[in-house]
Nanobody, 124 residues
Framework: QVQLVESGGGLVQAGGSLRLSCVVS????????MGWFRQAPGKEREFVAD????????HYADFVRGRFTISRDNAKNTVSLQMNSLKSEDTAVYYC?????????????????WGQGTQVTVSS
C-alpha cells in the first residue's frame, strides 16, 4: 500500500508564496508519476501539475503556469509544489496523488493513491 502525506499549507496574503510537500511511503517512489490537484468549496477537483517518474517531464494547468513549480526528489520520496504569486482564487485543498501507469496524468481518475489534502487559503 502507498501512503501519501502532504504538508506546507496555510494562510498567506495574495502575492505571497507557499511550498507544499508530499512524502510517499510504502512502494518504490520512482515508479510513480506524481500529480497535484486542488478542490475549492463547491467545485470539482482540478488538475494543477504533474511530473514524470524521473522528473524530466512536467505539465501545468494554464491557470498556474509561470507561478507554480512542481519538483521531486526520488532519494527523499518527496514531491513538492512551489507556489508563488498566489491569488485568492488559488484557495483550495491541495492533494498529491500517485499514478503507477502514467498514461493520463491530468485526469484524476487515473491516479491510484491520494493524500489527505492540505488547506491553502489566500487572503486578498
Amino acid at each position: 500500500q502507498v501512503q501519501l502525506v502532504e504538508s506546507g499549507g496555510g494562510l498567506v496574503q495574495a502575492g505571497g508564496s507557499l511550498r507544499l510537500s508530499c512524502v510517499v511511503s510504502g512502494r518504490t517512489f520512482s515508479l510513480y508519476c506524481m500529480g497535484w490537484f486542488r478542490q475549492a468549496p463547491g467545485k470539482e477537483r482540478e488538475f494543477v501539475a504533474d511530473i514524470s517518474r524521473s522528473g524530466g517531464n512536467v505539465h501545468y494547468a494554464d491557470f498556474v503556469r509561470g507561478r507554480f513549480t512542481i519538483s521531486r526528489d526520488n532519494a527523499k520520496n518527496t514531491v513538492s509544489l512551489q507556489m508563488n504569486s498566489l491569488k485568492s482564487e488559488d484557495t483550495a485543498v491541495y492533494y498529491c496523488a500517485a499514478d503507477r501507469n502514467c498514461l493520463s496524468t491530468i485526469d484524476a481518475r487515473a491516479y491510484d493513491y491520494w493524500g489527505q489534502g492540505t488547506q491553502v487559503t489566500v487572503s486578498s
